[in-house]
């Protein structure tokens, strides 16, 4: 049986922050905005719950650009200004690092790790990005 709610349910009590009145699922389209030249193929979602959205991608073939950092667009819902955000990073060549959301915007730039984060730039040499983040809109 389906069931359809059209003001929100409430989950282990009756006051307002116990009320999920906002749930979506999707996918989404990432986009290069400096690092590399061209993406080839991608698979992402995402879903958001109230005032929260986690996305993942696996982004694959991506054409060597630049020394410029990575930065990706294209995410599902503007992040909240002043709210920084990171998540998980795995590319082909540069290892593992962090996607790190732009404040008030729908862009991610792409760190690896080492003895500290640096950008991680297009030249690197990282065919694919496997990723994951969440933040407040």
């Given at each position: 049986?389906?069931?359809?709610?059209?003001?929100?349910?409430?989950?282990?009590?009756?006051?307002?922050?116990?009320?999920?009145?906002?749930?979506?699922?999707?996918?989404?389209?990432p986009t290069i905005v400096s690092g590399y030249s061209s993406i080839g193929s991608v698979s992402a979602?995402?879903?958001?719950v109230g005032d929260k959205v986690t996305v993942w991608a696996y982004v694959n073939s991506l054409v060597?650009?630049?020394?410029?950092?990575?930065?990706?667009?294209?995410?599902?819902?503007?992040?909240?200004?002043?709210?920084?955000?990171?998540?998980?990073?795995?590319?082909?060549?540069?290892?593992?690092?962090?996607?790190?959301?732009?404040?008030?915007?729908?862009?991610?730039?792409?760190?690896?790790?080492?003895?500290?984060?640096?950008?991680?730039?297009?030249?690197?040499?990282?065919?694919?990005?496997?990723?994951?983040?969440?933040?407040?809109?």
């Amino acid at each position: 049986q389906d069931l359809w709610l059209s003001g929100g349910v409430y989950l282990g009590g009756t006051g307002a922050a116990n009320k999920l009145d906002d749930y979506e699922s999707g996918t989404w389209t990432p986009t290069i905005v400096s690092g590399y030249s061209s993406i080839g193929s991608v698979s992402a979602n995402y879903i958001k719950v109230g005032d929260k959205v986690t996305v993942w991608a696996y982004v694959n073939s991506l054409v060597t650009g630049n020394s410029s950092a990575v930065i990706i667009a294209g995410l599902p819902f503007t992040s909240k200004t002043n709210q920084w955000a990171t998540g998980a990073l795995d590319t082909s060549a540069a290892g593992t690092g962090v996607m790190r959301i732009v404040s008030g915007s729908t862009q991610m730039v792409a760190y690896r790790s080492g003895g500290s984060l640096d950008s991680l730039i297009g030249t690197d040499g990282a065919s694919h990005l496997i990723f994951s983040v969440t933040y407040s809109v």
